[in-house]
């Protein structure tokens, strides 16, 4: 595993060091064609659900006004609003069926499951960049920022969908529910689309395009490729784990 002491060394080393099983192996796939359209579509009809939703739910402000006329005012910017909230269901579902029924997707959700690891990875994650302790916690496919992400995702998307449903259908809505539920929602949903623009756009943009580390940015979102130095220093236990892999097939 890198440690401070021995990052430059792991990286000079690391095609010298490959197991036999990854010799000749300069980059893998890590992601599928499949599960790359799926994030496109997702965070695509995501961009435009927050500038649309932003713009309305801040309308007074000289920004969003000036937004709001960009979009060719309040009708148009309620069907583009929509079309694009179509397409953010339409992956969720194509997304909840591809985990369930395709053993592909359930083997990825299944690496995207909570553990105990997660808790002592973070734990150590923060004793290593305080400088407590000079070992990184060695992390699989997806880290713990990774999966509170997808999670934040999943719960986020679950909120929007539910609240955009009943603001959406506001007629049939008020017909069987009391006005307070509706003025709730409406609350709700402005807020909860504020926050995921905040913390998934703002922490996640940092992490795949802003971070030192893979600025510009991290291309496997593109490609679907990682290169085999970098997947041994951030995912070493992935790594480990496609060298057993070749190894067996040899």
């Known amino acids: 595993m890198p440690t401070k002491d021995n990052d430059s060394a792991t990286e000079t080393a690391t095609s010298a060091t490959a197991p036999e099983g ?34 309305l739910m801040f309308h007074d402000n000289w920004l969003a006004a000036l937004v709001l006329r960009l979009e060719g005012g309040v009708e148009t910017r309620g069907m583009i609003h929509r079309v694009a909230a179509v397409a953010m269901i339409g992956v969720s579902i194509y997304h909840f069926l591809y985990i369930l029924l395709t053993e592909t997707g359930h083997k990825e959700f299944m690496k ?22 000079d070992e990184e916690p060695a992390f699989g496919k997806f880290d713990y920022k990774q999966k509170f992400q997808y999670g934040g995702v999943v719960v986020g998307l679950a909120v929007m969908i539910l609240t955009g449903f009943i603001l959406w259908f506001e007629t049939l809505s008020m017909a069987i529910m009391p006005k307070w ?58 790594y480990q784990e496609l060298a057993g892999k070749l190894q067996d097939n040899d």
């Open 22 to 55: 990854l010799s000749g192996v300069s980059e893998i796939t890590r992601f599928s064609l499949n599960f790359r359209v799926q994030h496109i579509i997702l965070f695509t009809s995501l961009i435009v659900l927050s500038i649309t939703g932003l713009s």
């Open 112 to 133: 995207l499951k909570p553990r105990g690891k997660d808790f002592s990875d973070f734990f150590q994650t923060v004793k290593f960049d305080l400088g407590r302790s």
């Open 181 to 238: 539920v509706i003025d709730v929602t409406f609350v709700v949903h402005g807020y909860e689309g504020l926050w995921a623009f905040l913390v998934l756009f703002l922490w996640h943009m940092y992490n795949v395009h802003i971070n030192p580390s893979v600025f510009p940015m991290d291309w496997t979102w593109i490609t679907g490729k990682i290169s085999l130095e970098d997947l041994k220093e951030k995912h070493y236990l992935e």
